[in-house]
Structures are given as structure tokens and as C-alpha cells.
């Protein structure tokens, strides 16, 4: 199995002749937070107060023709972002930035569902934000 990735226990990304479970549109914003102080007849000045939470944001496809259960996977993201899960992002054996992460959001797309309510093929649009 070559192992791609993981968010803790909930998410591991991998790829192998059983099941195929990996991330598109990877994207991270790091950002400063900054202030302006006005003053009279001047341009306001700038003050640096320190960096942001980072943020993450990717797609997963959740295929049952690759091997992923869609709704039980779907149920476990859920579960974490409900219980609020931090744990480390790993992506290639290094982890993404110095601290751990939490699930903000995860917006759901189920494209094909077949008889009896089963998920065949969904997407999952996950947002994260670091946790301090």
C-alpha cells in the first residue's frame, strides 16, 4: 500500500490494487493579521500583530468502484468535525505547517446513489483550518 497521506485517523489518503482514496485541488492560504491606525492629516499607520491560522482546502472523491465505503467515510468526517478532532496533516510524510488541524466545514456532493439509499460515487469538499 503507498500511503499518501493522512488526517489522523480519520482520513488517510492511499493508493493500492484495492481501494483508491487520494485529494484534488490541494490549496493552503497563510496570511498575516494586520491593523491601520488613522491619523489626522496622515495615511493611517500599519501595524503587524501577527501571523493568521493557516487554512487548507481540497476535494476527495469517494468511489465505491475504488474500493471506499462513500457513506461510512462520509460519517466518520462528519463524526470529527462534530467532535471536534485536531490532529496532525500529513501529506508525503511531512506534516503541513507546525501544528495540528481541525475540519471546519465538509460540503457533501452524492453523485450517484443506487437503490436502497447506498452512495456509490460522492465528493467531498474539505475545509481546514490550523488549530493553536
Do not use: C
Not at 456532493?109 to 488549530?131: C, D, H, L, P
Amino acid at each position: 500500500m503507498a500511503k499518501v497521506g493522512s488526517f489522523g485517523k480519520v482520513l488517510v489518503f492511499s493508493t493500492n490494487d484495492k481501494k483508491i482514496l487520494t485529494f484534488n485541488n490541494f490549496s493552503q492560504k497563510v496570511s498575516a493579521r494586520w491593523t491601520n491606525h488613522e491619523r489626522i492629516g496622515k495615511k493611517p499607520k500599519s501595524e503587524f500583530l501577527g501571523p493568521d491560522l493557516r487554512e487548507v482546502s481540497f476535494e476527495i472523491e469517494l468511489n465505491a468502484m475504488l474500493g471506499v465505503k462513500p457513506r461510512k467515510q462520509l460519517e466518520k468526517l462528519e463524526k470529527a468535525i462534530e467532535n471536534g478532532t485536531v490532529a496532525n496533516l500529513v501529506i508525503g510524510g511531512k506534516k503541513v505547517g507546525k501544528n495540528k488541524w481541525k475540519i471546519v466545514s465538509l460540503s457533501e456532493k452524492w453523485n450517484y446513489v443506487m437503490s436502497k439509499g447506498e452512495v456509490v460515487q460522492a465528493i467531498g469538499q474539505i475545509t481546514m483550518e490550523e488549530y493553536v
